[in-house]
């Protein structure tokens, strides 16, 4: 009964990563037969007013370097206005002061806006900026971005129908070759930005405003409902409130904005915590109106598919935890054997994942070559520090589920330094003790399989074990660095 039990659930919980492994098959394909589509623009005959909100949170590192790109934006003084939406309790306000002054003798309009308090978090920020924003226009950039003087110029042109209310930029890197850890992250972010977005753009279906290096009409926000705090992703829920409401979104891959990536394991994690539960509690709020309106089937399917992707990593972390016993199971009860002809199919899911990495490298490189030997370094570390994060993701997904509110944790941003990391919690070491668990118990299942010479789940758990494994180096590293 118990052995039934055990293969039960894990072949329910593999089930939904193989679904997800088709999604992201389907979206490779859709991505590969529009990719020579292009984009629709229309030459400016007239500049537009236009509002850029920085929306700020003790962020003393990067402000000045952000105010500094934003000075240096090619557009007339008397065409945009600069809002500074500064919610920071630290010494960052000081630093806004002084520069708003240095801007404001050489005839630039910017308001430097305080609040009392942090309600809403950056939701709030903007939603209170928008009250006071003269433009038709708004361009977001977060703290880390450094937007190219001619971005405004360069984007609005794709504004070129009337229902188009935001256009969006892709993510470039400051420092993608710092370390694993960024390397991680410039794979997954470079896979997001390359076929996921222009994929479903191309596709017509429904894209997301990623919270920063973008433009939107200022109807179109107003119209979808405004900034709402009531989940951890506002870019997400604003994006497709709107887009149900019928405006249209576009993603211009041509125009790059470079950000620096979080080389500190604490900040990484608390980026994908907001990430994760942001995108579940999303889902929760949208997936019913996105399957009430008038949509065809196909971006239906695209959509749900988008909204519910943050639930892959409860799937993994919870079919690895089952496979341990099932893998006992498996050793001890031949009766079971004819139901363990699954290599192909976990072949199948790590090819199409594989395939999937590669055609971004190579979309971005050119080069075959050179997108081949990079996939193989880059792929094998992307996957190992996911697997390593599904644990606190999981945790992001369940808290999301049950509706537990948390509050909207910033990113720290150093501008890529190096040394004592001044935003690190001294008990940094308690809040990994899950992963130092999940280490030990795939440490004794890697024992297990060499025991068993069970090739097939020996590499699945040492894989999980070098994920975990992962994770405690890079937070011994971050600790030790004090």
Same mark, same amino acid.
């Given at each position: 009964m118990v052995e039934n039990g055990v293969v039960f659930f894990y072949y329910f919980f593999f089930l939904f990563i193989v679904f997800f492994s088709i999604g992201q098959l389907a979206l490779l394909i859709v991505f590969l037969f529009n990719r020579n589509k292009e984009i629709p623009s229309t030459k400016l005959?007239?500049?537009? *007013?236009?509002? !850029?909100?920085?929306?700020?949170f003790n962020e003393r590192y990067v402000i000045k370097r952000l105010l500094d790109s934003v000075e240096k934006l090619n557009y007339p003084k008397d065409r945009f206005e600069i809002q500074i939406l500064d919610d920071s309790n630290d010494d960052t306000t000081a630093i806004i002061e002084k520069k708003v002054d240095e801007l404001k003798n050489i005839g630039f309009n910017i308001q430097h806006i305080r609040r009392s308090n942090r309600e809403g978090y950056k939701a709030g920020a903007l939603e209170n900026g928008l009250n006071f924003a003269s433009g038709e226009y708004i361009?977001?950039?977060?703290? #880390? @971005?450094?937007?190219?003087?001619? +971005? =405004?110029?360069?984007?609005?042109?794709?504004?070129?129908?009337?229902?188009i209310g935001m256009v969006q930029t892709r993510w470039g890197h400051l420092n993608p070759t710092q370390s694993f850890l960024t390397r991680a992250q410039s794979t997954g972010l470079n896979n997001h930005f390359i076929i996921d977005q222009e994929g479903r753009y191309k596709s017509g279906c429904f894209i997301n405003f990623n919270g920063t290096a973008g433009i939107w009409k200022k109807e179109c926000i107003t119209d979808a409902g405004g900034w709402q705090s009531d989940t951890l992703t506002e870019d997400l829920d604003l994006s497709y409130r709107a887009q149900i409401r019928g405006w249209k979104f576009v993603?211009?891959?041509?125009?790059?904005?470079?950000?620096?990536?979080? #080389?500190?394991?604490?900040?990484?994690?608390?980026?994908?915590?907001r990430w994760t539960k942001g995108g579940v509690e999303t889902s929760k709020k949208l997936l019913p109106k996105l399957w009430k309106a008038e949509l065809s089937l196909t971006v239906k399917l695209f959509g749900s598919f988008h909204l519910l992707n943050n639930y892959i990593y409860a799937f993994i972390l919870l079919s690895a935890l089952?496979?341990?016993?099932?893998?006992?199971? /498996?050793?001890t009860s031949p009766e079971f054997n004819q139901l363990f002809n699954w290599n192909k199919i976990v072949?199948?899911?790590?090819?199409?994942? @594989?395939?999937?990495?590669?055609?971004?490298?190579?979309? #971005? *490189? /050119?080069?075959?070559?050179?997108?081949?030997?990079?996939?193989?370094?880059?792929?094998?570390?992307?996957?190992?520090?996911?697997?390593?994060?599904? +644990?606190?993701?999981?945790?992001?997904?369940?808290?999301?589920?049950?509706?537990?509110?948390?509050? @909207?944790?910033?990113?720290? *941003?150093l501008? !890529?330094?190096?040394?004592?990391?001044?935003? =690190?919690?001294?008990?940094?070491? *308690?809040? @990994?003790?899950?992963? +130092?668990?999940? +280490?030990?118990?795939?440490?004794?299942?890697?024992?297990?399989?060499?025991?068993?010479?069970d090739i097939g789940f020996l590499i699945y758990h040492s894989l999980m074990l070098l994920g975990f494994g992962y994770i405690l180096w890079s937070a011994w590293l971050e600790r030790s660095a004090e």
């Open positions: 005959v007239e500049l537009p *007013k236009l509002t !850029v909100q920085l929306p700020i361009a977001l950039f977060d703290a #880390d @971005f450094i937007p190219h003087p001619n +971005f =405004l110029i360069d984007t609005l042109p794709y504004f070129s129908d009337k229902k993603y211009c891959p041509e125009i790059v904005t470079p950000a620096e990536l979080p #080389d500190r394991i604490s900040a990484v994690r608390t980026q994908q915590f089952i496979s341990v016993p099932l893998m006992i199971v /498996k050793n072949f199948a899911v790590i090819l199409i994942n @594989f395939t999937y990495c590669f055609t971004a490298i190579l979309a #971005d *490189k /050119k080069k075959i070559i050179l997108a081949l030997l990079e996939v193989l370094i880059l792929f094998p570390i992307a996957m190992i520090f996911s697997l390593g994060m599904t +644990f606190h993701n999981t945790k992001a997904i369940f808290q999301g589920i049950s509706g537990k509110k948390t509050a @909207f944790i910033r990113t720290p *941003k501008m !890529v330094v190096s040394g004592k990391n001044p935003y =690190l919690s001294s008990e940094i070491y *308690k809040t @990994f003790i899950p992963e +130092f668990l999940l +280490f030990i118990y795939f440490l004794l299942a890697v024992s297990f399989g060499i025991y068993f010479q």
